[in-house]
Nanobody, 129 residues
Framework: VRVAESGGGLVQAGGSLRLSCTAT????????FGWFRQAPGKEREGVSC?????????YPDSSLKGRFTGFRRDGDNAVYLQMDRLKPEDTATYFC??????????????????????WGQGTQVTVSS
């Protein structure tokens, strides 16, 4: 069981990127997939979390919700993070994580201090001004 991110890169401010998190070996419908980011010298922060049980998406920082969209497509073994109108302050390493949960609201676990079981290696996003 593993997750792996892809899709990072260098983009100018105002541009867009779509990150992918490919999930391998997951058999249960009760996983939550999270996107996190960490900028140099800062703590890792939650960006969005999606429950595969109900498809709900939670954004810990409501200010990101209008620019960032977490989603998945039927039949895909991946979850995605669409990032639009990027800003230089969005520059960070973005990580995908997954954890098996039951009967726990997604908003209760969408933070890096939760015991996420699986982490990807991260993908770098750099937004130039």
């Amino acid at each position: 069981v593993r997750v792996a991110e892809s899709g990072g890169g260098l983009v100018q401010a105002g541009g867009s990127l779509r990150l992918s998190c490919t999930a391998t070996g997951f058999r249960s419908a009760y996983y939550v997939f999270g996107w996190f980011r960490q900028a140099p010298g800062k703590e890792r922060e939650g960006v969005s979390c999606m429950s595969t049980a109900d498809g709900g998406v939670y954004y810990p920082d409501s200010s990101l919700k209008g620019r960032f969209t977490g989603f998945r497509r039927d039949g895909d073994n991946a979850v995605y993070l669409q990032m639009d109108r990027l800003k230089p302050e969005d520059t960070a390493t973005y990580f995908c994580a997954a954890v098996l949960v039951y009967a726990t609201p997604t908003e209760n676990i969408c933070h890096s201090s939760y015991d996420w079981t699986y982490w990807g290696q991260g993908t770098q996003v750099t937004v130039s001004s």
